[in-house]
């Protein structure tokens, strides 16, 4: 879950609290989603390999980040996404997406259920893409009004950080009170860290384990700073990009939006449609579940050294047949990798197709996805 750097504006970017840290580190700088953010620090390719290795520390605090409570909080959201929240406990989240009334994605969002209070109020944290945000806030509020919802913007009032990478839990827990290596995936939980109030929650955006930490600007800077000193490397979105990609996570806005539905996007897994009753697009899910849809998103592995970029044509005897959504050398694999939509017909594994790369074509095989695993993520239950 993520958002490209498309159609940035003359506006001045935005910039997190954690900015001078990253100028301090002589980060590599550049525009996304209306933000100035690290693109590197030491290098893509080390910074990859030191959160597959060990650990990487990423700023993320230009993404959305929101609070909700009220009584009616569950019942609201249940008719706003495709997967079932009522399946949650307190302390669990689920990855899920926003949807239009055509069954196309508005984002990708986390929804993480916090449980209710003595009064019977409902509460949770939601994050969203930084490129939608705006939209994001814009649609919630208008789907939850009229509601007993209380909806809180804290995107400007928070940092958020991510600590990724085999060693991100050991290196994490000396800044932090409670005890993260009991916690599942996708599970979360408050606590104190570096002496201050800190939401984290076991998730990522890298295909490895990790925690995403949400404090306060002065605790976050506290933390990176601590984080940086005990040997955790600091990353930045170029690195982001090549582990969520060798992942398979879908970025938003190029293998994910509003023409995209989950169904088509491998995504089914959470649309739970058989237990849970009436959602925004649910007619068009259920139309695709029963005829089956027509493309899909694919993963490619490259032969060679050419690399597959975004928009780049797939061709299959010679005719256009997709477009490569995302693609990057995977430092891990060390061949090219890419994600693209193609007809059904063509989209099982060892189905061998071309990408035209400036003029040329060049040969490329459809595989299983993700292309890593990581064998060093907790098991999830």
């Not at 550049?30 to 597959?52: D, K, L």
């Not at 239009?100 to 916090?114: E, M, R, S, V, W």
């Not at 190029?254 to 849970?276: F, R, S, Y």
């Not at 994600?339 to 040969?363: D, F, N, T």
Request: aromatic letters at 8%.
């Amino acid at each position: 879950m993520a958002t490209n750097a498309a159609n940035e504006t003359a506006q001045p970017l935005s910039r997190t609290p954690l900015y001078q840290e990253a100028i301090a580190l002589k980060a590599r700088m550049t525009a996304f989603s209306g933000w100035e953010m690290p693109v590197q620090f030491s290098g893509i390719n080390p910074e990859h390999q030191a959160v597959r290795t060990a650990a990487g520390l990423f700023d993320i605090s230009h993404m959305g980040m929101f609070s909700l409570c009220g009584k009616d909080l569950l019942t609201q959201m249940q008719g706003l996404v495709p997967s079932d929240l009522s399946r949650l406990q307190p302390g669990e989240g689920q990855y899920t997406v926003l949807l239009n009334a055509k069954g196309g994605i508005l984002d990708d969002i986390i929804f993480y259920d916090q449980g209710q209070d003595e009064e019977g109020r409902h509460f949770a944290q939601v994050i969203v893409n930084a490129a939608t945000c705006a939209e994001d806030k814009a649609w919630l509020l208008a789907q939850l009004a009229g509601s007993d919802v209380e909806f809180q913007d804290l995107s400007k009032q928070k940092v958020l950080l991510a600590v990724q990478g085999p060693e991100a839990v050991q290196k994490l827990q000396q800044f932090v009170e409670v005890d993260l290596s009991v916690v599942k995936p996708f599970g979360h939980l408050q606590g104190s860290v570096c002496g201050g109030n800190g939401f984290l929650a076991r998730t990522g955006y890298t295909g490895e384990d990790g925690y995403e930490v949400m404090v306060n600007p002065e605790t976050g800077i506290t933390l990176w700073r601590s984080l940086v000193n005990a040997g955790v490397t600091p990353c930045g979105l170029g690195c982001r990009d090549t582990l969520r990609l060798e992942a398979a996570m879908a970025l938003y806005g190029q293998d994910i939006d509003v023409t995209t539905t989950p169904l088509e996007a491998g995504l089914g897994w959470l649309v739970h449609l058989d237990t849970k009753g009436e959602f925004i697009g649910r007619e068009v899910l259920v139309k695709q579940k029963e005829t089956g849809v027509k493309r899909r998103l694919v993963g490619i592995e490259m032969q060679g050294r050419y690399i597959a970029r975004h928009g780049y044509p797939v061709m299959f005897e010679g005719k256009p047949v997709g477009e490569v959504t995302s693609g990057s050398w995977s430092p891990t694999l060390d061949h090219a990798i890419a994600l693209a939509y193609l007809p059904v017909e063509l989209s099982k594994p060892g189905q061998s197709i071309e990408v035209e790369i400036r003029g040329k074509r060049y040969p490329g095989t459809v595989v299983k996805k993700p292309f890593y695993r990581s064998v060093n993520k907790p098991p999830k239950s």
